[in-house]
């Protein structure tokens, strides 16, 4: 089946600092990729779409200059925290869609991102 | 968009029983309606899916039925086990993105 690997798993950093997640389709191509944020208790909401080789589409009050977001290759996407407050402090999740299995939506274990 | 409701929020069952999970959705386009389990600090793993034009699929001790006129989809845990202890989420697609409902925490009795 579909895999999907996102690191790290886990992130603390300073405020004011930059964080980079990396999610990663291993054995399918991923031309479409949704990164999502999971407070406590609640479900997982839709921050971003991002689509191989052009620029993401961001979900209403998600700030795209806050939350960078590349997807240079068919297999990878990258989220990038940039000037990280402990506001973001929050659990990241990224999906993939495998179009040409027909598998549906896989996700990544998630990122636990701390901000102090 | 899409909104999907999802009741009841929490779920106690005794070891053996059914679990039974409902969810709504709100747009006639979705076609594709996944379930997720999640535990703790871990990200969402497909349970079962089922697209619109199945009214029911089962996979062992677990089943997804879906009314499309409705608009509503259910998850059935037959036999429930410990190890079914975990948040669960419905979600629906109209092909293009994911909208979840708002997860339903199962624990099962041992």
């Known amino acids: 089946g579909a895999v999907v690997s996102q690191h790290p798993s886990r992130v603390i950093c300073k405020s004011g600092t930059s964080v980079k997640i990396e999610c990663r389709s291993l054995?399918?191509?991923?031309?479409?990729m949704f990164w999502y944020r999971q407070f406590p208790k609640q479900s997982l909401m839709l921050m971003a779409t991002?689509?191989?080789?052009?620029?993401?589409?961001?979900e209403q009050g998600v700030e795209k200059d806050k939350f960078l977001i590349n997807h240079a290759s068919l297999t990878l996407s990258t989220l990038t925290v940039t000037s990280a407050h402990p506001e973001d402090s929050s659990f990241y999740i990224c999906?993939?869609?495998?179009?040409?299995?027909?598998?549906?939506?896989?996700f990544g274990s998630g990122t636990r991102l701390t901000v102090v | 968009g899409e909104n999907v409701e999802q009741h009841p929020s929490t779920l106690s069952v005794q070891e053996g029983d059914s679990a039974v999970i409902k969810c709504t959705y709100s747009?006639?386009?979705?076609?594709?309606f996944p379930w997720y389990k999640q535990e703790l600090g871990k990200g969402p793993q497909l349970i079962i899916d089922?697209?619109?034009?199945?009214g029911e699929k089962k996979d062992q001790r677990i089943a997804v039925t879906l009314n499309k006129t409705a608009k509503h989809f259910s998850l059935h845990i037959t036999e429930t086990q410990p190890e079914d202890s975990a948040v669960y989420f419905c979600?629906?697609?109209?092909?293009?993105?994911?909208?979840f409902g708002a997860g339903t925490t199962v624990t099962v009795r041992a």
């Open positions: 991002s689509n191989e080789g052009s620029k993401a589409t961001y």
């Open positions: 089922i697209r619109s034009n199945v």
């Open positions: 747009d006639s386009a979705s076609n594709y």
């Open positions: 999906s993939a869609r495998d179009d040409s299995r027909g598998y549906g939506y896989t």
């Open positions: 979600a629906a697609s109209n092909d293009y993105k994911l909208s």
């Open positions: 054995d399918f191509q991923a031309t479409t």
